[in-house]
T-cell receptor
């Protein structure tokens, strides 16, 4: 089946630094990738949708200058949290679509900003 | 304003019985729906989906029912197994708005 690899699974960084999270589709080409954020005891919140080769579309309230998304190839999308603050600590998850209605989720990244 | 609601935060079911998880949505334009489950500290696992042209989709022990007029989605798990214990989220729409999840506990 389709596999999406997300790396790293856990990261701790200092406040003010930047962190990059990678999302790779291992055995299929992902025309669209989605980035989500999950707070404790809350649902996944869609942050942005990225299509290969074009700018990401951000959901209302998500700072695009803070959460930089790059989808440079059909198998890789990256989310960079810039100038991280403790309130950015969360669980970030990507999902990838081959087109149509097939979606596969990554395993998530636990970001802790200290 | 929450577009997708799962009004039951938790559900306990005896092993072998049916688990029914419910989801309500507000946007009648949603045309694709899915269920996924999530274990603590892990990424979500896709379970089953349904498009708006259908009212039922079955995959093994999992069946999703869609009632478009009521804007209601449900997931049936029969028979329930202890390994099914997890948090279940419904997602609606092409880009997916998710409910807040229902924690299912299957009691051996």
């Amino acid at each position: 089946g389709a596999v999406v690899s997300q790396h790293p699974s856990r990261v701790i960084c200092k406040s003010g630094t930047s962190v990059k999270i990678e999302c790779r589709s291992l055995d299929f080409q992902a025309t669209t990738m989605f980035w989500y954020r999950q707070f404790p005891k809350q649902s996944l919140m869609l942050m942005a949708t990225s299509n290969e080769g074009s700018k990401a579309t951000y959901e209302q309230g998500v700072e695009k200058d803070k959460f930089l998304i790059n989808h440079a190839s059909l198998t890789l999308s990256t989310l960079t949290v810039t100038s991280a603050h403790p309130e950015d600590s969360s669980f970030y998850i990507c999902s990838a679509s081959q087109g149509g209605y097939g979606y596969t989720f990554g395993s998530g990244t636990r970001l802790t900003v200290v | 304003d929450q577009q997708v609601k799962q009004n039951s935060p938790s559900l306990s079911v005896q092993e072998g019985r049916i688990s029914i998880l419910n989801c309500d949505y507000t946007n009648s334009m949603f045309d694709y729906f899915l269920w996924y489950k999530k274990y603590p500290a892990e990424g979500p696992t896709f379970l089953i989906s349904i498009s708006s042209i259908k009212d039922k989709n079955e995959d093994g022990r999992f069946t999703v029912f869609l009632n478009k007029s009521a804007k209601h989605l449900s997931l049936h798990i029969v028979p329930s197994q202890p390994g099914d214990s997890a948090v279940y989220f419904c997602g609606c729409g092409n880009q997916f708005y998710f409910g807040t999840g229902t924690s299912l506990t299957v009691i051996p």
